[in-house]
């Protein structure tokens, strides 16, 4: 072929290619520009604008400083969503990380009979070992369950504070949910009385520290109330319950209305409890108030289903017939009603030193003062008796007479007024024939209601009575708790009245002392933030070594027999001190029984946690107080005699 022909053909290839690849160039910067311009759109519509985005043919590289490493990998992924993820070069920074912020660090205590719970996150730096163990004391015996997790930051300030004072609540709340954060402590309980309840928050809140943010929820279960019992009044001193009790909140507000529109001023309490004899409780109590208003004056009590209404000695009889009438049509079928019209006063001109009559009065410091009448000698040792033992020994001064001449079932309501006094802080009783008047103040406010339902169940709805008491917050039985002082002369007092005694040679309480543990501990429950110390003694007969590890293990089963009572001991520490604290001398049996002994003692603030000195181990040897001398290698009969009385 000539060079003319193959030149043409040449000239066409090369311009072909050269054309072929300017297109393929403006191609490659075509689809180049369109991956760049895709990228950077999905990544500014999705808020990365920090990325920067240059393309180089098919490769797409990615650059800048992302703030974490999520939004790094957020803009690889977007990217990725436009071009193929292959084509995509992750040249990213990721900034450096400031500290991370430390985690909130919280506890909740859950506490029931079946044990307590903790579950929360807690630093690594608490001493966790001391706080379980801690728990596991106030628990008694019940299942400890730990599920804290531990993250190693330092302790948050006000975190010892908070958690101190939650385990503190979680000793007075045996049902309970607290929850504890640095400064801050929730506590939601449940008490077992409205009384309980005030107390438990008296308490928690006088010992929380300013610092802390206490949050308190403590609820009381509505009271079962045997006899149900309602009492309103209207005479010279105008309208107002002694006792007001219904079982809902919407019946309290209807009873408190009807008894405003009767003439009641001020303030008036209704007390919600468990107990009402029929649903139709309020309907009967707001028809019967009505009722009584409209004759005037008088009394009505309600005890259970059964309706006394005592209308003044001056109601006409027409007035009364009719009035009672209407009651009756609009009491429900299950209140039986007895109403009457209060007789006029009698006197007996012809009686020089006045009607019969009994009087008790008790002083602000307790001091219980029995003058006037009764029947005979045996009601006189009776009444004193029921009155030691309901006011204290020392603090009853009986000077009464006797009156052969006075009315069936007068002890009955002399024992039954004293019964009332009790639940005064001071205050008076005057009784007489036809009439009864309790007078007083208490820092009990349902002393009214427990006076009523206690004289209309033992002296019947039809007795004439009065109760003038006041009710005085700053009385309340919180603010009126024993000092601690007060508290161990309390109970040495108890255990001088009946000594707290043991089988022979043995740790086993007798039976005839468990009485004695039991009003220990009703003397305990106002003195659970005492800090005792319960001291076990015996005398010098047997191995010194031997009595002091019998005293030690008998002052424990005096603290164990408590907490068996639902005591809390954690203020308790018992030590034996065996022989070493004789009071009297051992060389006579009244000595040796006045030495052994047990006694509480106040532990003072400065006195350090000592515990007792153990009891050096003896082989061979029965485990009984009083052993036999060294020398010996059994036991004298002097020296079993000896067990035997210690």
Known sequence: MRLANILPVFTALVLGGVLSLATALVAANIVEKRSREDVTRILGLNGQDWVQVE????????????????TRFKALSLAGTVV????VNDMMEVAESAGLTPPRFSVEILRNDAGISLIGLIPAGMDRETVISSVRGIAEGVRVTDLLDVADYPVPEGWDTALSYGLGALADLP???????AGRVEVIAISGSAEEKRRLEAELGGRAPASLDVTLEISAPRPVITPYTLRFLID??????????TDTEEGRERILAAARAAGIMGEAGCTIGLGSPSPRWDEAVIAAIGRLAEMGGGTLTFVDADITLVAPPDTPQEVFDRTIGRLEAELPEAFSLNASIAPPPKTDPRASDGPPEFIATRSPEGLVQLRGRIPDERTRRAIES???????????DGAMRLDETLPEGWPVRVLASLDALALLRNGAVVMRPDFLEIRGVTGNPDAKAQITRLLSDKLGESEHYRISVDYREALAPVAALPSPEECVERINAVIREQKITFAPGSTEIDREARQTIDRIAEIMKDCTEVPMEVAGHTDSQGRESMNLGLSQSRAEAVVNALLARRVLTSNLRARGYGESRPIADNSTEEGREANRRIEFRLIGPDEAEEPPTPAEPEAAEAPHEAGTPHQEPAPTPQAEHADEQN
């Open 175 to 181: 049902k309970s949910k607290i929850s504890v954060s």
């Open 236 to 245: 010279e001193g105008g309208a107002r319950f002694d006792a007001c009790t």
């Open 55 to 70: 393309a180089d043919g098919l490769q797409i590289t990615l650059t800048g400083t992302a703030p974490d490493e999520a």
């Open 386 to 396: 029921f009155a030691r033992a309901r006011f204290g020994s020392a603090m009853v």
């Open 84 to 87: 193929d993820s292959s084509r």
